[in-house]
């Protein structure tokens, strides 16, 4: 590293200080949702294979919830991989798989997290279904954090899910199709999501530029703020976060009003 390099992450880390010494703790969002984007052309820029890049954001993760666990988040949904990648070719998609794998079985490890598996378990490999289901008992009676992993992840898929797990409960209780008709509500839908009894998310990142949601809790994010950053997400950095999260704390939240 020369001289200017040298130079140039001294003030990015001073900058960073100043930011959090700043930042309205009474503020902070409770609930983050992070779209991880940039894996691919991170790797790209550097020179790497597409499979270093997703290594190098998986990497990110657990820094990344240490500056939320900073700053008192509770809840942080982690969008790992969604229902299109499963589109990509097996030379790619074989590789992430087993990076996810690596992932929940480091969160699992840490103990400082409570891992929640987000999205729809019969699209996996039986080997990740039981690494997500061994992940969220044994760190079930962690008090920290809770981390939503999203894979196999879509949001009109789990809308659609929680439609179908309403109807099938409602069956399993006797109640007529008029009689749910009556009944449901906002709430009744909400309790049949992959996040119920969760916050709904108060702040959106998505990384590398891109502006859009593509598809991602679509039914939560309603009255959720967003934050478009345009760094790769291997490259995220701790003052990257915190200006997102200055950001959120100066806009006046009005719930469509």
């Not at 900058?15 to 983050?32: C, F, M, N, S, T």
């Not at 790797?43 to 700053?71: M, N, P, Q, Y």
């Not at 478009?228 to 469509?256: E, Q, S, T």
Request: charged residues 25%.
């Amino acid at each position: 590293m020369n001289l200017r390099d040298k130079l140039r992450g001294l003030l990015v880390r001073l900058y960073a200080r100043r930011v959090e010494g700043h930042l309205d703790h009474a503020q902070v969002p409770k609930h983050i949702g992070v779209i991880m984007d940039g894996n691919r052309r991170w790797a790209k820029a550097a020179g790497s294979s597409t499979v270093d890049g997703h290594r190098a954001g998986a990497g990110k993760i657990e820094e990344f919830l240490g500056w939320c666990s900073e700053t008192d988040v509770e809840v942080v949904t982690l969008w790992l991989l969604s229902t299109d990648n499963f589109d990509r070719p097996q030379e790619e998609l074989v590789p992430l798989l087993g990076i996810i794998e690596d992932v929940v079985r480091t969160l699992a490890a840490d103990g400082r997290w409570r891992v929640h598996h987000v999205g729809t378990p019969d699209l996996l490999p039986s080997g990740l279904q039981t690494i997500l289901k061994e992940a969220e008992e044994t760190t079930a009676h962690v008090d920290g954090i809770v981390v939503n992993v999203a894979i196999g992840y879509g949001g009109r898929q789990e809308i659609a899910d929680a439609v179908r797990s309403m109807l099938l409960d409602a069956r399993d209780k006797g109640t007529s199709m008029e009689a749910l008709a009556e009944a449901v509500d906002i709430d009744m839908i909400g309790r049949h999501l992959y996040t119920s009894h969760q916050p709904d998310p108060d702040l959106v990142i998505r990384t590398s530029g891109e502006q859009r949601l593509s598809g991602f809790m679509l039914w939560q994010t309603a009255h959720s703020e967003y934050y478009f950053c345009d760094v790769f997400w291997p490259a995220f950095r701790k003052v990257d976060f915190l200006r997102a999260m200055r950001d959120y704390a100066a806009r006046h939240r009005r719930y469509g009003g």
